[in-house]
């Protein structure tokens, strides 16, 4: 099947820096991308959508500002959480959709975890 | 209320039980996910489902698009089934519920 990488897969930060993640989709070209968040012992929470070559559309209540999302080739977005605070640590995923079958079928990455002391 | 119901939110399974995981859902959807979450974190995608049946190795997903209810089901359960077991349903991009957490005992 496809695979969706991330890298990292953990990251350790100050409060106030800016920390980047990346996905990518490693055997297929993917227009669109999603990226997601989990608390602890929470259910995945959908951030944004990742568009190639345009802008990504947000979810409501995620600044667009502090998450920067930017799609820039066909196997590669990327998520900028910019100046950082311990309440942003979290588990961030993304996803890609692919055909498969008459499916559209997502795939996921497998995850980075973000700690901000 | 939530659009995506899990149940139940935590289970205990001794090795070779017979289990189920139930997802009810509100909203109307192009697909149904059942995804696996390991305690690192990774996701796996089990099964996408628009209809009936899907049997893969000792799981089985079946939904009922009319009643809005889908069931995963894990025969012969074993110790590394024990995972977080997440309900998705698709309308473009993807609604979760909170999960279910399966411990399978030796």
């Known amino acids: 099947g496809a695979v969706v990488s991330q890298h990292p897969s953990w990251v350790i930060c100050k409060s106030g820096t800016s920390v980047k993640i990346e996905c990518r989709s490693l055997?297929?070209?993917?227009?669109?991308m999603f990226w997601y968040r989990q608390f602890p012992k929470q259910s995945l929470m959908l951030m944004a959508t990742s568009n190639e070559g345009s802008k990504a559309t947000y979810e409501q209540g995620v600044e667009k500002d502090k998450f920067l999302i930017n799609h820039a080739s066909l196997t590669l977005s990327t998520l900028t959480v910019t100046s950082a605070h311990p309440e942003d640590s979290s588990f961030y995923i993304c996803?890609?959709?692919?055909?498969?079958?008459?499916?559209?079928?997502?795939?996921f990455g497998p995850g980075t975890r973000l700690t901000v002391l | 209320k939530n659009e995506v119901e899990q149940s139940p939110q935590n289970l205990t399974a001794q090795e070779g039980e017979f289990i189920t995981i139930n997802c009810s859902y509100s909203?109307?959807?192009?697909?149904l996910h059942w995804l696996q979450q390991h305690p690192g974190g990774g996701i796996v995608s089990l099964f996408m489902?628009?209809?009936g049946k899907k049997k893969h190795g000792r799981l089985i997903a079946t939904i009922n698009i009319q009643e809005k209810h889908s069931s995963l089901h894990i025969t012969a359960s074993h110790p590394r089934d024990s995972a977080v077991y997440i309900c998705?349903?698709?309308?473009?991009?993807?609604?979760f519920g909170k999960g279910t957490k399966l411990s399978v005992k030796p």
């Open positions: 055997d297929f070209q993917a227009t669109t």
């Open positions: 998705a349903v698709s309308q473009g991009n993807l609604i």
């Open positions: 909203v109307g959807i192009s697909a």
């Open positions: 996803s890609a959709p692919s055909w498969t079958e008459n499916y559209n079928e997502q795939f």
């Open positions: 489902l628009s209809s």
